[in-house]
Nanobody, 115 residues
Framework: QVQLAESGGDLVQPGGSLRLSCAASGIIFSIRDMAWYRQAPGRDRELVARITSSGSTNYADSVKGRFTISRDNAKNTVYLQMNSLKPADTATYYC?????????WGRGTQVTVSS
């Protein structure tokens, strides 16, 4: 059974930083592309960042230069380092992976950027 467990969300002031973690189980983590998505109230879920099994990354334009996705295959964990946070980054952040025709999501972790 595939499980993705996000953690690290919090309330942070504008300009602050957070690091999100997603621990994966039930998959051969090292061969899977992993991604972070986010969803703000009233808005569609959107891709934030993706990292391939080989370590290549891509980012949404809105987070380029501020967010960094990384992975630790020894720990079956993917991270999202978020710097220079803005109120517009407020959302629930979800970990994502795919295996064949199936897509898997974690339950999400809330990030709130507010003074």
């Amino acid at each position: 059974q595939v499980q993705l467990a996000e953690s690290g969300g919090d309330l942070v002031q504008p300009g602050g930083s957070l690091r999100l973690s997603c621990a994966a189980s039930g998959i051969i983590f090292s061969i899977r592309d992993m991604a972070w998505y986010r969803q703000a109230p009233g808005r569609d879920r959107e891709l934030v960042a993706r990292i391939t099994s080989s370590g290549s990354t891509n980012y949404a334009d809105s987070v380029k230069g501020r967010f960094t996705i990384s992975r630790d295959n020894a720990k079956n964990t993917v991270y999202l380092q978020m710097n220079s946070l803005k109120p517009a980054d407020t959302a629930t952040y979800y970990c994502n992976t795919e295996r064949g025709p199936l897509t898997y999501w974690g339950r999400g972790t809330q990030v709130t950027v507010s003074s």
